[in-house]
């Protein structure tokens, strides 16, 4: 069961994500172990660590569609899951959701209505312009998903989940399989989102060099949390020059105090 911690009449907002003892099993393993972070509103948390270190899964339980979660896991100020929070998040699978036999606008039309079935159809059709326009995908509008690159299909994933105006984008790695220009541009719309709206946004990469476009970072590795800093701090306090070095400082700093309490005991 998750805890939650709720929040006392007229304090200041929680941040948008607050973990404590963090753990969740999947099968036979203990991925996440004991962790705490905090994600703070209306900014970009880049979510970095290698293959496997329970990225996806940190983030299915913060949209609470993950199983066997323990600790406390408050997000926009209720329990991670809780229904009310259903409308309040975006959030974007490494697999794109989108159904191959029908077009983009097709696809973007048909979550517009399930989304919001009393948005009018000029106010579908304006909305479902803003999203082709903001992942670039105007030009494809008419091409059936099926036939799209997949690059191209993960940014009619994208633009569904910016179909509503979520005050909580949780994005599994984005900007895979982009070119560099595509990805420079995401980066721009992410940091428009958050700068216009006020949103804050939680993505997940395994590439270091975004790490540096982020307001903040939680580094992973093997379930835990090396690092929860802004990128400065993080090359401050590791004596590095980028965020790539900073995070190999941390995992050789975490991996002698490991050896060191394996000769102790
Ligand atoms: N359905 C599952 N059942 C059991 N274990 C799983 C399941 N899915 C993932 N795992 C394990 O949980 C661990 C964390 O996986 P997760 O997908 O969260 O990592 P990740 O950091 O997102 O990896 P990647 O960057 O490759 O997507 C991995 O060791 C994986 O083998």
Known sequence: MVNYIAE??????????QAEA???????????RGIDFTVPR??????????????????????????????????????????????????????????????????LDYFAAILDPGRTAATRRHDVD???????????????AGNLSGGQRSRVSLAVALLGTPELLVLDE???????????????????????????????SHVMDE?????????MREGEVLADDTPDA????TGSDT?????????DEAVATGRQKETTR
């Open 8 to 17: 006392p009449p007229g304090a200041a907002p929680a941040p948008a994500v």
């Open 22 to 32: 963090l753990t969740v099993v999947r099968g036979p393993r203990t991925v996440l």
């Open 42 to 107: 209306g900014q970009i948390t880049g979510l970095l660590g290698p293959s496997g270190c329970g990225k996806s899964t940190l983030m299915r339980s913060i949209v609470g569609t993950q199983a066997k979660v323990t600790g406390t896991l408050n997000v926009l100020g209720s329990p991670a899951g809780h229904p009310s929070l259903r409308t309040r998040i975006g959030y974007v699978t490494q697999a794109p959701s989108v159904y191959g036999d029908l077009t983009v606008r097709q696809n």
């Open 130 to 144: 803003r999203v082709l326009a903001d992942v670039d995908l105007a030009t494809h509008a008419d091409a059936l």
């Open 174 to 204: 984005p900007t895979v399989g982009l070119d560099p220009v595509l990805r420079r541009d995401l980066w721009t719309l992410f940091h428009d989102i958050a700068a216009s709206r006020g949103a804050t946004l939680l993505i997940s």
């Open 211 to 219: 790490a540096e476009r982020c307001h903040r970072l939680l580094l």
């Open 234 to 237: 993080l090359r401050t306090r």
């Open 243 to 251: 965020v790539e070095a900073a995070f190999l400082h941390l995992v």
